[in-house]
């Protein structure tokens, strides 16, 4: 298994070659242990697709990235650099990004404020008190990531007012906000229409090379035309990891997708 | 539809409309027509009130923090005037000057509040209240235990405004004036900022604290910040609050009246910074002329029973039934220029069918 190369040489080349390590980590909720020792690479740049059944703990593993809920053993890597002592926000400063399952966005304010603030987040002047003004740097970011992620017509909607499809595309747009380098996206085509979820994938494949993702994704077709390596997890362990086609082919995946009835 | 013309106006001249103009100029003439009594004892206490209540509006309506230490913020300021500056008690009374005593004062204030933030901003609503209730309480009794520096029960008297430009600041017409211009001051301040960068990352925080991290913010660090603006604001409205009474004791920091802060502000509407400055006028007036409405001992009630409605009916306040009202008035304007702009459309076709 690729993941025994976390190994002492590949920490001394990870700060360039690596966005994220993770060694040995584990996270308990009180006795239930949602992730048991997941050693887990991910190259800088790399697509990646975590799949699983419902309590395989793929968002478990996310918060254990980010730092929502640091884990309970281990070290978290993000490009080279040990974060697992740093609070969320200075993980994002670092270049991680994430979505989440539920749409978690500013409801009281407009969409394009929603963006405005994903971009000062990564950037200075967070504690500004004169209004932003038309010729501001991370205004004019958020009019390009408004327009990336289709919301133009959006644009001064309070977020309460959105359609589902339209929250799932804002969820993005925040994601996307101020150079990422790693995004880790949790199930982001939930409830999307078909056409919705082609708008996605498109999405998803016109980042730049150098952004990479990890994506939680129940619709196969859209976690296997979006990423280049597979991580199928189960019961808070790493099950398989191999290329898409290497996964679907995998007898014990299709066993184990087909025996809760997945198909 | 309301809150997003409230929060997201993009220049301050854009938000002037005839009614803001009209409250304005009265403000001003106020003093012209209106008696000492409503002058002072009304119209100042009302926009100090409304003051310390617009600190809570900020960090509650913007911020999503219910502090119940406002009161306590701002008490520490007035305190700071009296043991600073010069009182008629005979105890402390270092007798600084007004232009080091008032910054000081104001910026202790703030400091305060920085600290009651920092211990209470990692805990969510009744948890928050019940934090902020504490040092309200404990802040409290220290002053009226403390004699050595607070002079206990009694607290200080005699505390003056300076007399600057040969005014006498405690007049009625000087005193409404200085009142004014700072808490109005504060309002547009306010007003400004709760579209700045700072404004929309502290409503971004009520509404998602944890989507804020997530996308790089130091969530702690700026609720904490709001903390203290909001104590340089209640700070100030303290050092107006003394100076009105030209006294301070430990009853002018009880929990009665910090929840009469509370109330003030629920009751004027959290969601825009007039409603504090409403809910104050509201207050007041109910505070002075109740009792003409029903006997002595029962005015409480009355004050209670109006807010308990206006609370029932009204979640967002004397503002909200506002707004709501205006609306009304808008869509019947509106629904009968559709009508006669309808009414129209119909007869220019058979018009212009006469003619030809």
Same mark, same amino acid.
Request: proline share 4%; hydrophobic share 45%; glycine share 10%.
């Given at each position: ?93 670092? %270049? #991680?990004?994430? =979505?989440?399952?539920?749409? &978690?966005?500013?409801?009281?304010? $407009?969409?394009? @404020?929603? +963006? ?74 939930? %409830? #999307?229409?078909? =056409?919705?979820?082609?708008? &996605?994938?498109?999405?998803?494949? $016109?980042?730049? @090379?150098? +952004? ?52 | ?356």
């Amino acid at each position: 298994m690729s993941t025994s190369r976390t190994d002492a040489l590949s920490r001394l080349q990870g700060a360039g070659r690596f966005a994220l390590e993770l060694e040995a980590v584990s996270r308990h909720f009180g006795a239930l242990v949602a992730l048991a020792d997941i050693n887990l690479t991910v190259r800088a740049g790399e697509r990646r697709a975590v799949l699983g059944s419902n309590g395989a703990g793929k968002t478990t593993l996310f918060n254990a990235i980010t730092g929502d809920y640091p884990p309970t053993t281990g070290r978290v890597r993000l490009f080279g650099e040990d974060v697992t002592d740093l609070p969320v926000h200075e993980r994002i400063r670092r %270049g #991680l990004r994430r =979505t989440y399952q539920i749409s &978690l966005l500013f409801d009281g304010l $407009s969409v394009i @404020d929603n +963006i405005y603030l994903a971009c000062r987040g990564v950037s200075r002047r967070r504690f500004s008190l004169k209004r932003p003004g038309r010729d501001d740097s991370a205004f004019h970011t958020a009019e390009t990531l408004l327009s990336a992620v289709h919301l133009d017509d959006a644009r001064d909607m309070l977020v309460a007012a959105l359609s589902h499809g339209q929250q799932r595309q804002l969820e993005i747009a925040l994601a996307l906000a101020g150079a990422p380098r790693l995004i880790l996206f949790d199930e982001p085509a939930a %409830g #999307l229409s078909p =056409t919705e979820r082609t708008e &996605l994938v498109e999405i998803l494949q $016109s980042l730049p @090379d150098h +952004i990479g993702y990890i994506i939680i994704e129940h619709d196969m077709d859209v976690a296997l035309r979006a990423a280049e390596s597979v991580t199928m997890m189960h019961n808070g362990r790493i099950f398989k990891e191999g290329t898409p086609e290497e996964i679907e082919n995998d007898p014990e995946v299709q066993e184990l997708y087909l025996g809760q009835g997945h198909g | 539809m309301d809150a997003r013309q409230l929060f997201s106006g993009n220049s301050l001249l854009s938000e002037l409309r005839p009614g803001p103009l009209v409250a304005v100029a009265f403000l001003l003439a106020y003093p012209a027509f209106a008696s000492d009594f409503f002058i002072f004892q009304i119209g100042a206490y009302s926009l100090i009130l409304g003051t310390i209540a617009l600190s809570l509006t900020m960090l509650a309506g913007y911020g999503g923090m219910v502090s119940l230490a406002q009161l306590t913020v701002a008490g520490l300021a007035g305190y700071l005037v009296a043991i600073l500056g010069d009182n008629s008690v005979g105890v402390m009374g270092l007798g600084w000057p007004w232009w080091l005593t008032v910054p000081v004062a104001i910026l202790g204030a703030a400091l305060f509040s920085v600290f009651v933030g920092a211990i209470s901003v990692r805990t969510e609503g009744i948890y928050t209240i019940m934090i902020t209730l504490a040092i309200a309480v404990a802040f409290f009794y220290f002053v009226r235990q403390n004699y050595v520096i607070f002079n206990g029960f009694t607290g200080f008297a005699g505390v003056e405004p300076p007399a600057i430009f040969g005014l006498y600041w405690r007049d009625p017409a000087p005193f409404y004036y200085l009142t004014l211009a700072l808490s109005g001051g504060f309002f547009l301040a306010v007003l400004y900022a709760s579209r700045s960068t700072f404004g929309l990352s502290l409503q971004a925080i009520r509404d998602n604290p944890r989507r804020m991290r997530a996308l790089g913010y130091d969530v702690t660090l700026h609720r904490i910040v709001a903390y203290f603006l909001s104590g340089l604001i209640a700070g100030t409205a303290g050092v107006l609050l003394v100076w009105f009474n030209g006294r301070i004791s430990p009853g002018s920091v009880g929990i009665d009246v910090a929840i009469d802060i509370l109330v003030i502000a629920v009751v004027g509407g959290m969601r825009h910074p007039v409603g504090p400055f409403i809910g104050a006028i509201a207050f007041v007036l109910l505070e002075n002329f109740a009792i003409d409405l029903i006997d002595r001992e029962r005015f409480n009630t009355v004050i209670g029973l109006a807010f308990l409605l206006v609370v029932l009916f009204s979640p967002d306040g004397l503002l909200g039934i506002w707004n709501r009202l205006r609306d009304k008035l808008r869509l019947g304007r509106n629904a009968r220029q559709d009508a006669r702009r309808g009414e129209g459309g119909e007869r220019q076709p058979a018009e212009s069918l006469e003619q030809t």
